[in-house]
Every structure is written in C-alpha cells, then in structure tokens.
C-alpha cells in the first residue's frame, strides 16, 4: 500500500486516480432497508457485477439480507446493538472458517477459492448499507445511537473485539493486522494479500523451534477518517501490552517484501476507499509530543536471511525527508537524518506508512520499545495471471492469481515463524 513508489508507482498514479468508474445502481429495498440514505462511495460498488459474482460464489450473498431480517426484529435500541455485534462477529467467524476450510456447503465447493478475502469485504459493505439505512419502527435511534452501532459493526466484523491470546506461559502470543481491498476504481476485483493472511492465520499456530506461538489478527479499513478518528489505538491499545510481537502488514511492491525499517509522520494525499484525500502530518493525540519517525523493532536481519518462500524479502531503510534547515524533499536510500521532516517512510506515505507508525508509536508511548518486538511487512503485490489483466471483461480469479496469493500468504507465515523465534 504504497503511494510514491511500488504498488501505485509500478500501476501508475494518474492511472489509479483516473481508472475505471461505473455507475452504481440504486440499492434494493429491503424490510430494513427503507432509502434513508444514499449509499457511501464504497457501498456503491457493491452493485457492480464483480462483487455480486464474489458473493454469490462465495455463499456470502445471505450474508446483508439475513442482517436486515435481524435488525427488522430488533424491539429496543440494546437488542440492535447486540444484534449488531452478534451478527458482525458471525461474518469475521465465518470468514476466518472459510478461510482456514472449515466452511460447510457451498462456501467450500462454489468456485471461489477458501483463501479469498473479499467475500469478507464485500458483506460487510452490505451490512454496513442495511444498517445507516435502517430506520426502527418499534422504538426511536437517535444519530448518535446510529453512530455507535456503526462502529460496533465495524470493530465486531474486523475482528477487532474477539481478539483472544492464549494464557500459556509456553505459547508465544502475536498479533497481526491486514488491510481491506483497496484501489476499486481502478479494478473493482482487486483482492488484498494482507486481508487474506489475517483471515488465513487468525486463531492458528505457528510451530517454531522456540515452541508455538499463537496467532491472532485484524484487519483495517482503507479510509483515512478511520485512522484519524484512532481506530488503530483503539484496536491495538488492549492487546499490545499483552503479546510477545506484532506486526501490520500490507500490499507493497511487485514481486518482494519488505521489512520496513523507518515509519513517518506524512499523509501523502492518495485517495482512500471513499475517495477522499488528506496530506499533512499524521494526526495523533499529544502532537507536541510526536516524533517524525518511528523504527521497527522485528528482528529484520534474520527474517530477511531466512528462507521463507519464494519471494525475496528486503531490510528497506529508504525514506523521504526534508531535512533540518530544508525546504525541498531528499530521499535518503539509509534512513533519516537527526532533525528532519518526514515526507515518506519506508512504507510510502500512504495508510500502510500510518499504521505502521500509528502502531509502533503505540508500542513506544506504551513504554514497550526495548521489550516488544514490532513493525511492518509490505507484501508483494497480488496479480492475476496473464491474459486476465484486464478489469473491465476479466475474470474474478484464475489459478496463477489464487497460487500467487497463497504463497504470500505462507511466506508471511514464515517469517513471523522466524520473528518469533528470533526475538
């Protein structure tokens, strides 16, 4: 999830900001679902063929329908909200089951392979348009009550409220974040390899010689509001004093990961998932206190030693700063200078850059940085195979795009093995 260079600069930026639109036709009327509302930029994707097709070749077309049945029989507003997490916590479960093979019926044999992350994103979506255009018949939801059960759909759906580390003295606990599909205008079918890990490896053991280390995970949403609002504090916050290593990981450059050394404090403008755009310095609470720069603390040298797949892994330590006394940007192949700028980190400048820096800042204010070990990993971009390139007449998989993302997801999985049990 880079701005200035890997994914965006290998596609393109004015590509990316000019790609393919379409217009989205009006959502279907439902019990629950009476038009209150316009839809969000990213609901209204989800009338698109693409994502109908995930869905309905996922088994996850039931998923919005069922929800606005529920809310439909919902007498007070703490039965919504309770309906509201039940129901968001069902589709991250299902998710995960569907992605680790445990899905029953359709879900395992209906052509879109387990491993595939955007049946969970594109649910969501509708679960999130049957509940701002909800309204109650039975009792009154003030804009703030709306607004709370919003953000219980989001955290429960994410995963983000059922994180459970085991209690072992002799398991090691780690923690994982992934990202939503992101650039949908561009091709709408996009999937994103760091969802996909987070669904693959939440839940699951990873065996090392150092012993097992369990893994739980998350995923983020792909808008800047969120990320101000503090939705990754809020997330991470309870869990981070509690594990043994964490890491946010992202889609990066074609064809390599990185182990991102350096983080910065820039929002670099690109647009997010709603299509809005914000540069400036990351906002955080406490500004006056905000460093610049933040710095992994994964044991780098050795996940990049180790053989982990079949992708080459990278110790990046280039950024982008304007350096003390400056005024222009200077990309610096060795890391920052003592009082610089920040304009990018290792990670660009985009909201994989922003957790990456949300997160260890968190880790360091938590007073954590000598005994957590913690950063980013960009994946490799995740292509679909030749021939199916093209987003307006291909396909929604094919087996090079399957194997590619398979084998991302267990490098990743290598390489927490090798953080673990080097830390």
Known sequence: MLSRFGTFGALGVAALLTGLTATPTPASAT??????????????????AAPQEILRRSGFDSVAPEFAAALGRAHSYD????????????????AVDRA???GKGK????GLSKDDDRPLYWARLGMTRELRQWEPTRFRLSEGQRAELEDRLERSSRGQDTVRHSTGKHTKRVLVTGFDPFTLDRDVRISNPSGAAALALDGTTIRTPDGPARVEAVVFPVRWEDFADGAVERALRPYLPRVDL?????????????????????????ADNENLSRTGTVPVRDPATQPQWTSTTLPYKEIVAAKTGRFPVYDNTSVTEIPAGGTEPVVRPDGPTAGSTARAGGGGDYLSNEIAYR??????RLGLRDSLPGGHVHTPVLQFGAGNTDPATGAVTDPEFVR??????AQVRGILGVAVSSS
């Open 107 to 110: 879900e395992r044999t209906a």
């Open 100 to 102: 680790q093979g445990k």
């Open 31 to 48: 019990p629950a679902s009476a038009g209150r509302t316009a839809p969000t930029t990213e609901e209204a994707r989800l009338d698109r």
């Open 246 to 270: 964490f890491t946010t990981i992202s889609q990066g450059r074609v064809g390599r990961f990185d182990i991102e050394r350096t983080n910065g404090a820039w929002r670099g403008g690109f």
């Open 79 to 94: 039965q919504a909200r309770r309906t509201v997490v039940r129901e968001g916590q069902s589709l991250w479960r299902r």
């Open 404 to 409: 590619n993302r398979l084998d991302i997801i």
């Open 359 to 364: 997160a260890t800042l968190l880790r360091d």
